[in-house]
């Protein structure tokens, strides 16, 4: 018995064994020497591996183990065998195995089944009506078999859909939605979403999202990309088409809400902080009114502030949310700065600064609230984040670097890290060179304030005061290394090649200074000592040596040598077949109509 297993397991291992693996079964169970119980056991082994197989090949289309084992032996061999060459995608062939099947078994079990796969097998050869022919079967004769009834009626609509017959697919899919039974089905996702797509596309809103919402809430559990897929269309038309809290909120609840993973949800919405949450954002998100919506657009956010108000008075921004819904319903700003007001002294306590930061940047449009806001920070008793944030805050949003740089100066750079003053220097690279070279001056590290300044001249293409600090920093060990690529850039930049030279050959990280020293060489109009440099990157660098063998190529082309520009392109084909600048060289040659081969190193 252990042999036999043994040899089950390792027959199965692949899918074309199977049948294999059956037959010996059906040998072995007909042996004298099993006794009964063993012949039951194999035989539920073998029905159960027929049963994976089946399942691994036809997803929704299946039989159960049950199933599988209710067929006698032949039925069970034959079906199998069908099923191996539908795996096989032998499609004409395995529909034929089928039909032979129904056939030869007319009384068996698994009639429906085979009429399935018989049809998926048609469809699949391309013989729509043919495959519409065998799924109605399935219909006519086998209704109440969700299992095989249900993934009839889908493929029926899938079939016209294929061939253009939008109205029948719509038909055999408002059937499917419509029945408890075949709605459930786990192909129904698919087809009530078509079905709700195509009412949608038709400006039929109401029943589409009937739909969708059937999806979203039926399938969230066992399919739930197919139902937060419906699940947007749903919100969307609560919240803007046609806002509807009472109805949004039921849908949320059977829906177990809007969040990635589905959640118990309980039918009082006013403790429910998540909701007002997700809500606050769909209104935001579809606000997309145009100019000539402007009644729409202040009917949809009075709507809202209605069903806002009076609800969470400690919840900031709740209420934020409340003002500036109120506000874009009747363009009242003062009615807005009164809320906004009252709402900052009923949760402000002396000390709280990272409030009045929160208010004053919701009024970032009106520079009076703005500046009353700001008289009340106590910049002494603020830490750095807190006054960086607000001069970050007014340099960014209200682009007023006179009230930005005042706050710069609240800073206590004396008891800042260096750490805290790079922060501040790396945001003010993009808005303020004079505030860059203070913060980098009022390094406690003198040195370490040096090269980040550096580091900033560089990023600018300052030269005129980069080299000089280059040149300053080269004796500094610590930032020696970086101190020499940088001076010899800024000598490269101003055109200094010889000087750029003996900054890179300083600098001494090979191969990259080797290159740079070759464009040098360009730029000096010296082409054979930039060759001579180029060749000894491709000499001894083997993961250049592509790269600089391409870029000789082009040196040569350049100085007009067009026969030394052939021979290193074929010399690319030939010493570096598999890099990409083979391919380059072989597409520049086919360009210039040279044959490819009889390659010939330009050295």
Not at 82 to 97: I, N, P, V, W
Not at 280 to 306: M, P
Not at 327 to 349: I, P, T, V, W, Y
Not at 361 to 386: E, G, P, R, W
Request: glycine share 4%.
């Amino acid at each position: 018995m252990q042999s036999f297993m043994n040899h089950v397991g390792y027959k199965v291992r692949c899918h074309a064994c199977l049948i294999d693996v059956y037959t010996n079964v059906l040998v072995i169970c007909d042996s004298s020497f099993m006794s009964e119980r063993v012949r039951r056991m194999v035989r539920f082994l073998c029905i159960s591996l027929l049963m994976c197989f089946c399942a691994s090949i036809t997803g929704a289309v299946e039989l159960s183990t049950e199933q599988w084992n209710k067929l006698d032996t032949f039925e069970a061999y034959t079906l199998s065998k069908a099923d191996q060459t539908y795996s096989q995608k032998q499609y004409r062939q395995a529909a034929a195995e089928y039909d032979s099947f129904i056939i030869e078994f007319p009384q068996s079990e698994a009639i429906p089944y085979a009429l399935m796969k018989k049809g998926l097998a048609l469809r699949s050869d391309n013989k729509q009506y043919n495959a519409i022919k065998v799924f109605t079967e399935v219909m006519d004769y086998f209704p109440n078999v969700i299992q095989f009834a249900a993934p009839a009626l889908y493929y029926i609509g899938l079939c016209h859909w294929e061939n253009g017959d939008v109205a029948k697919a719509m038909t055999a899919w408002v059937e499917m939605a419509d029945d408890k039974d075949y709605s459930r089905h786990s192909l129904a996702a698919d087809a009530i979403n078509r079905l709700a797509d195509n009412l949608q596309k038709q400006d039929k809103m109401p029943q589409a999202v009937k739909y969708y919402a059937q999806v979203a809430v039926d399938f969230r559990d066992t399919n739930p990309n197919a139902a937060r897929q419906a699940m947007t269309p749903v919100i969307e038309y609560y919240v803007r088409t046609s806002p509807n809290h009472a109805k949004l909120y039921e849908f949320y609840k059977n829906a177990k809400s809007f969040e990635h993973n589905p959640q118990k949800i309980s039918d009082d919405n006013s403790q429910n902080t998540n909701y007002w949450l997700r809500l606050s954002s769909y209104i935001w998100q579809y606000n997309n009114f145009n100019n000539l919506q402007v009644d729409a657009k202040r009917e949809y956010f009075k709507y809202w502030a209605d069903i806002f108000e009076g609800k969470y008075g400690d919840w900031d921004d709740f209420q934020i949310n409340l003002a500036d819904f109120r506000f874009h319903a009747d363009g009242d700003s003062a009615k807005r700065e009164k809320h906004l007001d009252n709402q900052f002294q009923k949760g402000f306590k002396p000390g709280d600064y990272d409030r009045i930061t929160k208010w004053i940047k919701l009024y970032a449009d009106n520079k009076k609230k703005v500046l009353d806001y700001h008289s009340k920070y106590d910049f002494n008793k603020m830490n750095t984040a807190q006054i960086n944030d607000v001069m970050v805050f007014f340099f960014d949003n209200m682009k007023d670097p006179a009230l930005a740089k005042n706050v710069y100066d609240k800073f206590k750079m004396d008891k800042i890290s260096d750490t805290e003053k790079g922060n501040i220097a790396r945001y003010l690279w993009r808005v303020d060179r004079d505030l860059v070279i203070r913060t980098y001056q009022a390094f406690a590290d003198a040195d370490a304030g040096k090269h980040g300044l550096l580091l900033f001249y560089h990023w600018s293409r300052d030269h005129q005061n980069g080299l000089p600090l280059a040149t300053e920093l080269t004796s500094v060990e610590k930032y020696s290394t970086d101190a020499w690529y940088r001076k010899a850039e800024f000598l490269q930049w101003t055109r200094k090649y010889q000087e750029a030279i003996e900054a890179y050959k300083s600098w001494g990280v090979q191969p990259v200074n080797l290159w740079r020293i070759a464009d040098c060489y360009i730029g000096m109009s010296k082409a054979e000592s930039a060759l001579a440099q180029l060749q000894e990157i491709e000499n001894f660098f083997t993961d250049q040596a592509p790269a600089a063998a391409m870029r000789i190529a082009y040196v040569y082309r350049d100085l007009g040598n067009k026969d030394k520009y052939i021979a290193k392109l074929r010399s690319v084909l030939k010493k570096y077949p598999k890099s990409g600048q083979s391919s380059v060289a072989h597409q520049e040659l086919e360009k210039m109509g040279i044959q490819i081969g009889g390659a010939v190193d330009a050295e």
